[in-house]
């Protein structure tokens, strides 16, 4: 934390919430688009409806990757986005921010970070199948980490094996 001064303290975390390691600030490629939810589901460059092939496939092959969905409800007073790093081995590293923007535009207010958490990847149901699988992970017994991941875990864990 960065006091007026200028000085380091990190006892004093702005409105008492504890700062976190800001995955979404790691560069982790994104798998898929980042998926935009308002009213449906869409691509979040190019604004188009998106079918969410590219997650479900995901999904159903198991193996690491990354997922990031921005929630976008209307009047548009509120945001939230949630990067889910699928590590491969059934479990994900999930990381939420939201900003509240009643009184001024969004992108003028800085995200609140939420822990990390460590999820079970539950198993997709029987009716994704190959090449036909349109839905969002779904993700099990999500449990706050007592310690964030670093930047380098993260590459390191998302990296693929030789």
Not at 32 to 61: F, K, Q, R
Not at 66 to 75: K, M, Q, S, T, Y
Not at 79 to 95: E, H, R, Y
């Amino acid at each position: 934390m960065v006091a007026c001064d200028g000085e380091i303290n990190e006892d004093a975390p702005p409105n008492g919430v504890p700062a976190h390691v800001d995955l979404f600030a790691c560069g982790v490629q994104l798998t898929c688009p980042a998926y935009c939810i308002h009213l449906s589901i869409a691509d979040c460059s190019s604004g188009g409806p998106e079918t969410l092939g590219c997650a479900g496939e995901l999904w159903l092959e198991g193996g690491s990757g990354a997922l990031e969905v921005h929630d976008r409800p209307g009047p548009g007073n509120w945001m939230g986005d949630k990067l889910t790093l699928f590590l491969g081995d059934g479990k994900a590293l999930v990381q939420n921010r939201t900003r509240s923007c009643l009184d001024a535009p969004c992108e003028t207010i800085p995200w609140e970070l939420g822990a990390h958490e460590l999820c079970d990847v539950a198993t997709p149901p029987a009716t994704c199948q190959p090449d036909n699988c349109s839905e969002l992970p779904v993700l099990e017994n999500c449990a706050p980490l007592e310690s964030d991941w670093s930047c380098g875990e993260v590459a390191t864990a998302m990296s693929p094996m030789p």
